[in-house]
């Protein structure tokens, strides 16, 4: 059963603590990102990933971090610097390179609470 | 910096209705366009791609247009039932984008009442 998996589905923050996020797909796709979404917006891109070992900042990576040293996992950690991390949070991937008809598979998402 | 607009934000309809859905986007150099499905608290379905070259795909009750050179896109959905209620968002992706990222409109929420 191919497809992306994200945990945990809900998460709680203390003010101060680093958390991660997991993501993991077994689709084979060498490319994978990190969307942030705020209530009643569109998907903002944290970082992408196009290869094992290599990641670029997407538009608001201020904050967060990631690590891609598998090609079908790609953590995102949410640090203490990130001032406004209450958000729903969603992982991507898809194959690369593209050329032609393609899209991107999302997971189902973490909702991340700030306490 | 390209950036993608939806109208309305917010959409309810009774059922049987057939309905349009607005994207605009103020860079017309896109090399695809996209409408996903988000249901609440869930995470992204993709509809239907246009590719630039193309002006609009069909998928059973759905029908996207483009029209490239005036940067807007519509999503027609026919004879609408509650099941359909979502948000809807739209995505392009740049020509000149390698990573194959997209840049997202803020969605509309469309509400089909029985």
């Known amino acids: 059963d191919g497809g992306i998996t994200q945990s945990p589905k809900y998460l709680f923050r203390k003010e101060g603590q680093n958390v991660t996020l997991s993501c993991e797909q077994n689709l084979n796709h060498d490319a994978m990102y990190w969307y942030r979404q705020d209530p009643g917006q569109g998907l903002r891109l944290i970082y992408y990933?196009?290869?094992?070992?290599?990641?670029q900042k997407g538009d608001i990576a201020e904050g967060y971090s990631v690590s891609r040293e598998k090609k079908e996992s790609f953590p995102l950690t949410v640090t203490s610097a990130q001032k406004n991390p209450t958000a729903f949070y969603l992982c991507?991937?898809?194959?690369?390179?593209?050329?032609?008809?393609?899209?991107?598979?999302f997971g189902p998402g973490t909702r991340l609470t700030v306490l | 910096k390209q950036e993608v607009t939806q109208i309305p934000a917010a959409l309810s309809v009774p059922e049987g209705e057939n309905l349009v859905l607005n994207c605009s986007f103020t860079?017309?150099?896109?090399?695809?366009l996209q409408w996903f499905r988000q249901d609440p608290g869930k995470g992204l379905t993709s509809l239907l791609l246009?590719?630039?070259?193309?002006r609009e795909q069909t998928s059973g009750r759905l029908n996207a247009s483009l029209d490239k050179s005036s940067g807007r896109s519509t999503l027609y959905i026919a004879a609408s039932q509650p099941g359909d209620s979502a948000t809807y968002l739209c995505a392009v992706r740049q020509q000149s984008n390698a990573g194959n990222m997209l840049t997202f409109g803020g969605g509309t929420r469309l509400m089909v009442k029985p």
């Open positions: 860079d017309s150099a896109i090399y695809n």
């Open positions: 991507a991937s898809s194959p690369y390179p593209t050329g032609g008809p393609d899209t991107q598979y």
């Open positions: 246009i590719q630039s070259s193309q």
């Open positions: 990933s196009q290869i094992v070992n290599d990641f």
